[in-house]
């Protein structure tokens, strides 16, 4: 693994658990094991590092958005896929807490280009999710109660909640409970 992508993973483990304004280059340096100067010459500033974060985020949601259209593919599958990883890294803390959300949570102290940049990884994150229930709704595995939208960016608020909830309470099983009841309210068998 290159220094670069050692950098972007501890600022991404730093981001998830402590916030953007909790770490520093020093704490990266210390887990990466490299001086300061090494990540100036990567990242010169820590947005700019913090930025290399959520566009790595954001590629894997633009990549999973294409893979959609390659043909067939089972949206509860995608939306259990979605939730499962989240439901593995809060139990494991491997990412205790989605970067992005973290970085939200911040959005009045960031610099203005990494806000933009964390606006943009929910406006992808919904537009993926407005596609996985739509095409539900239109296969019938989903009843939405809205237009596909407004379900994506409740079923993203209840995700994002639901980590929430978890780490308030210390216990990653209320997450994957939250999440399994709104995966329930959307099939259309378990509707009624």
């Not at 290159?2 to 953007?20: E, P, V």
Request: glycine share 8%.
């Amino acid at each position: 693994m290159s220094t670069q992508q050692k950098l972007i993973d501890s600022a991404r483990y730093l981001i998830q658990t402590r916030g953007y304004n909790g770490f520093s280059y020093a704490d990266v340096a210390e887990q990466v094991q490299v001086r300061k100067a090494s990540i100036h010459h990567h990242f010169p500033a820590k947005a700019d590092l913090a930025r290399a974060v959520v566009e790595e985020s954001r590629a894997l949601i633009v990549a999973r958005t294409r893979a959609l259209d390659g043909g067939v593919f089972d949206p509860e599958e995608q939306l259990r896929f979605y939730t499962g990883y989240w439901e593995r890294c809060i139990a494991d803390a491997s990412a205790p807490f989605c970067v992005a959300g973290m970085l939200a949570s911040e959005l009045p102290t960031l610099p203005p280009d990494l806000a933009d940049n964390v606006r943009a990884h929910f406006r992808d994150l919904s537009n993926w999710l407005e596609t996985v229930l739509t095409k539900g709704a239109q296969l019938g595995l989903f009843e939405l109660r809205g237009s596909a939208r407004l379900e994506a960016e409740s079923f993203m608020s209840m995700v994002y909640g639901a980590m929430l909830t978890a780490r308030a309470y210390g216990d990653p099983k209320v997450f994957a409970d939250i999440v399994d009841g709104g995966l329930k309210k959307l099939l259309r068998h378990s509707a009624g």
